[in-house]
């Protein structure tokens, strides 16, 4: 069985999160995934975490974990001759991913014209905060402006604390999952018609509808509550700490008597205060105060596994070592073990979605400009003395 | 020009809010999408629109299911008759995509297997969106909105400095996994171009989320070292955190990568002896000393608005974003200019601004061609002119309760 993408070649001119995640995606799923990076490498090569904690761009996490099953080419596409030699791949190429502001590739001269007017069936996938076009195109950016400036930010944590980021880099993983889902629309129609086209992927723009109801009951019925509400948007949604962590509860009406029964209260289910979920939502603060004595004296894999049997809505907060030792995960084959030739072996996730056992193979990140030469002479024809005056695009 | 999903049809069974965004998004680029909803249990969001009950064909009028369901065409059905089932399955037999969220063991106790379904057409991409996938200990375990992210590692990461967890402010793996699955059904597209079959697709959303921590995980398991939540700030920049402006409730973000930004940013805020003072002359004293130097920037971010802060430090080529709420999101030039809100009218619900579709494809774009259906509003459309059934048949699953122009909706209130 072939895999989805097999057959598919994409150059990814893609720095630090959301453009390697959307080419982690293609490569993922079969897709020949070149990986253009500047001379020394792609930023996230020196962003660590590294292993062991010594700084060394083979070893970045971020990097490991964002561009497996890639090659890596590094070229200087600044310099006339690494321009050329990306055209080239450009020409054998059915797509191309990269995030910079659109007044860098203005001045690259690598514009979505000029790479048609080398390939007409190239789908250039363009993610950046705010898009290819509007008054703050070319501001610049990264993954907290863009958790701000698309409103995720500002009903995240109290109202007491302020605004706060989620953890890790959430806006630039939310551009990369739009831009695969969106390049692939475009990759579908450019193999039915044999024309490509520029897919302008503004993460703000993505972001912005998601708010739950927010959206829609502001824009229909002018209604707005302005509130951060930390961890609880009720004492029945939201997180409390338990004995050795914390857990997540979110209760709907049909669960209020197996969520009682699992807690092993029968008499908060009987209690008058609390028979609706709007009589829940009126007497919040005792149930929350209910909540909060109960919670403290269970176990977080306990009461987990005794909600699942009751099916009563109980989480736990995951750590990072919950997730590596998760019966489910594990049974499901979602954590892969990778061996790399300098960072060793470590765990990573995937796929996103299962299409048969086939579908998506891993392989590790490559390392820095591993493949340059068999890519400049067998992708892009150049011949010999050409790729060695490139120079492999090691600095001067 | 046309669409991209121009000719592909879609039979939704997803209910509240990951898989109806997901799908109407393939209704947004082109797809003929079929919602179905059973007489006596439509989709919830109908019921959470604060529409008063008293107000006529009420259910039709919550901009929450209408946001999440425009371009899709509608069909009252119930399931759990097996003369509803076979309808179902005639319509499954001439559509390409069949997408469901039920509890794990809803379509097999339907009898809607994956089996069931390729039977009559071996073409058809079968998509389940369960929590926690239809395999494994925990398959049958309750996962709602907010459980997602706390079973996808997200939650232990977020929060204030050295603080406790922190949820994020919604639902966050629903929008996620509609996003992933227009990216899911079009990778399945393409394996079914290769191949010329059908298969089955399964998108666990704690799974799919998961993918947003992974450098976590793969740092976890080289260096067995948690990371506990840093708030605002960044690993290894600084400044990098959200300051208060002028105003209520008025944030901004400002994020200095390179000693140039960081210079910038001293001249704009008059203290420009702080990029040559030794303390924060590199990059690892900034970081060192980054509460300080947050303090010099927050005195004079509280005096000027938050946009305001965000354009003159912009100019001076600082990283810097408004900390925006929905009523400035819905009035961000930016956004208005990009077209990212437009004027929609239903016929029940009337006119109003709703999202565009959320991706701009230069030969092939999407567009919002339909207002979100009412309920049972194409069961002519579907039964008639698509499945062509003969009119008494038509008649026995509407004496039977099996479709229906009108919902029970005192089931309801």
Same mark, same amino acid.
């Given at each position: 069985m072939p895999q989805p993408l097999s057959g598919l070649r994409v150059l990814e001119l893609g720095t630090f999160v959301s453009a390697p995640y959307c080419g982690k995606l293609f490569a993922g799923y079969?897709?020949?995934?070149?990986?253009?990076?500047?001379?020394?490498?792609?930023?996230?090569?020196?962003?660590?975490?590294?292993?062991?904690?010594?700084?060394?761009?083979?070893?970045?996490?971020?990097?490991?974990?964002?561009?497996?099953?890639?090659?890596?080419?590094?070229?200087?596409?600044?310099?006339?001759?690494?321009?050329?030699?990306?055209?080239?791949?450009?020409?054998?190429?059915?797509?191309?991913?990269?995030?910079?502001?659109?007044?860098?590739?203005?001045?690259?001269?690598?514009?979505?014209?000029?790479?048609?007017?080398?390939?007409?069936?190239?789908?250039?996938?363009?993610?950046?905060?705010?898009?290819?076009?509007?008054?703050?195109?070319?501001?610049l950016s990264n993954n907290l402006i863009a958790f701000a400036m698309g409103g995720q930010m500002f009903i995240t944590g109290t109202q007491e604390g302020g605004p706060v980021k989620n953890g890790g880099y959430q806006a630039d993983y939310q551009g990369g999952l739009n831009a695969f889902s969106a390049g692939m629309l475009a990759v579908l129609a450019a193999e039915r018609d044999g024309l490509g086209q520029h897919v302008d992927v503004s993460i703000q723009q993505c972001m912005a509808p998601l708010l739950e109801a927010t959206i829609p009951y502001y824009t229909y019925l002018g209604r707005w509550a302005g509130l951060r509400r930390g961890n609880h948007m009720a004492s029945f949604i939201g997180i409390y700490p338990c004995a050795d962590g914390h857990l997540g509860i979110h209760i709907m009406p049909r669960n209020w008597k197996p969520f009682t029964d699992v807690m092993g209260r029968p008499d908060l289910f009987d209690d008058p205060r609390f028979v609706t979920q709007a009589d829940r939502a009126q007497h919040n603060d005792d149930l929350m105060a209910e909540f909060y004595a109960w919670a403290a004296g269970e176990t977080k894999h306990d009461i987990y596994q005794r909600a699942g049997t009751g099916r009563a809505p109980i989480a736990f907060v995951h750590t990072m070592d919950d997730l590596l030792t998760s019966a489910q995960l594990n049974f499901r084959g979602f954590l892969q073990e990778i061996e790399h030739p300098v960072a060793g072996t470590a765990t990573y996730p995937g796929p996103p979605w299962w299409i048969g056992p086939d579908a998506w193979r891993h392989g590790r990140a490559p390392l820095l400009g591993e493949h340059t030469e068999p890519i400049l002479r067998e992708v892009a024809g150049l011949g010999a003395a050409d790729v060695a005056r490139l120079g492999s695009g090691v600095p001067a | 020009m046309t669409m991209p999903l121009d000719g592909i049809r879609v039979v939704d069974l997803t209910m509240v809010w990951a898989g109806p965004f997901g799908a109407r998004m393939l209704g947004d680029y082109g797809a003929e999408v079929i919602k179905v909803e059973s007489p006596r249990q439509w989709d919830l969001l109908r019921s959470l629109g604060l529409i008063p009950r008293t107000e006529a064909r009420w259910y039709n009028k919550s901009a929450y299911f209408n946001h999440n369901n425009?371009?899709?065409?509608?069909?009252?059905?119930?399931?759990?008759?097996?003369?509803?089932?076979?309808?179902?399955?005639?319509?499954?037999?001439?559509?390409?995509?069949?997408?469901?969220?039920?509890? $794990?063991?809803?379509?097999?106790?339907?009898?809607?297997? %994956?089996?069931?379904? #390729?039977?009559?057409? /071996?073409? &058809?991409?079968?998509?389940?969106?369960?929590?926690?996938?239809?395999?494994?200990?925990?398959?049958?375990?309750?996962?709602?909105?907010s459980n997602v992210e706390q079973l996808a590692g997200l939650v232990s990461l977020s929060g204030y400095e050295s603080d406790e967890p922190m949820k994020t402010g919604f639902s966050y793996g629903?929008?996620?996994?509609?996003?992933?699955?227009?990216?899911?059904?079009?990778?399945?597209?393409?394996?079914?171009?290769?191949?010329?079959?059908?298969?089955?697709?399964?998108?666990?959303?704690?799974?799919?989320? $998961?993918?947003?921590?992974?450098?976590?995980?793969?740092? %976890?398991?080289?260096? #067995?070292?948690?990371? /506990?939540? &840093?708030?605002?700030?960044?690993?290894?920049?600084?400044?990098?955190?959200?300051?208060?402006?002028?105003?209520?409730?008025?944030?901004?973000?400002?994020?200095?990568?390179?000693?140039?930004?960081?210079?910038?940013?001293?001249?704009?805020?008059?203290?420009?002896?702080?990029?040559?003072?030794?303390?924060?002359?590199?990059?690892?004293?900034?970081?060192?000393?980054e509460a300080e130097l947050d303090t010099f920037i927050e005195t004079w971010t509280r005096t000027r608005g938050h946009y305001e802060v965000m354009h003159l430090l912009q100019r001076a080529g600082v990283p810097t974003g408004a900390v925006l709420t929905t009523p400035e999101l819905l009035a961000d030039p930016h956004l208005r200019s990009r077209g990212a809100w437009v004027e929609h009218t239903h016929p029940d619900a009337g006119t109003w601004e709703m999202e565009a579709p959320p991706w701009k494809l230069s030969r092939t774009p999407g567009h919002i061609r339909m207002p979100a259906p009412g309920f049972g509003e194409h069961n002519s459309y579907v039964l008639r002119d698509l499945l062509r059934l003969p009119e008494e048949r038509i008649a026995e699953l509407y004496a039977a309760g099996i479709t229906a122009d009108d919902p029970d909706e005192s089931l309801h209130r």
């Open positions: 079969g897709a020949e995934v070149i990986k253009v990076e500047p001379p020394g490498g792609d930023i996230s090569r020196v962003h660590g975490p590294f292993k062991d904690g010594v700084p060394n761009p083979e070893t970045s996490a971020l990097f490991l974990y964002l561009n497996t099953g890639k090659r890596s080419v590094e070229l200087d596409v600044r310099a006339p001759a690494g321009r050329e030699a990306f055209l080239r791949l450009v020409e054998k190429s059915d797509v191309v991913i990269e995030n910079f502001l659109p007044r860098d590739m203005r001045a690259l001269r690598l514009t979505y014209d000029a790479l048609k007017a080398v390939n007409p069936r190239v789908v250039l996938i363009s993610v950046t905060t705010f898009g290819q076009d509007g008054p703050y195109a070319d501001y | 425009r371009d899709k065409y509608a069909l009252a059905l119930d399931l759990n008759d097996p003369r509803g089932k076979d309808v179902l399955l005639q319509l499954c037999a001439v559509s390409d995509i069949l997408v469901e969220n039920f509890r $794990t063991d809803v379509m097999d106790n339907l009898g809607l297997t %994956y089996e069931a379904v #390729r039977a009559v057409n /071996p073409r &058809i991409i079968y998509i389940s969106m369960p929590g926690h996938g239809k395999t494994g200990p925990e398959k049958d375990y309750v996962a709602y909105g629903d929008p996620m996994a509609g996003t992933a699955l227009v990216g899911a059904v079009a990778t399945a597209m393409r394996q079914r171009s290769l191949t010329g079959e059908g298969m089955y697709l399964e998108l666990a959303q704690r799974e799919n989320l $998961t993918m947003f921590v992974g450098e976590y995980l793969v740092d %976890y398991s080289m260096n #067995r070292q948690a990371r /506990p939540p &840093i708030g605002n700030r960044h690993p290894t920049f600084a400044p990098h955190n959200r300051y208060q402006c002028a105003g209520e409730d008025r944030w901004v973000t400002i994020a200095c990568e390179t000693g140039a930004q960081f210079a910038a940013l001293c001249a704009v805020i008059g203290q420009p002896q702080l990029a040559a003072d030794p303390r924060f002359a590199t990059n690892a004293g900034r970081k060192a000393n």
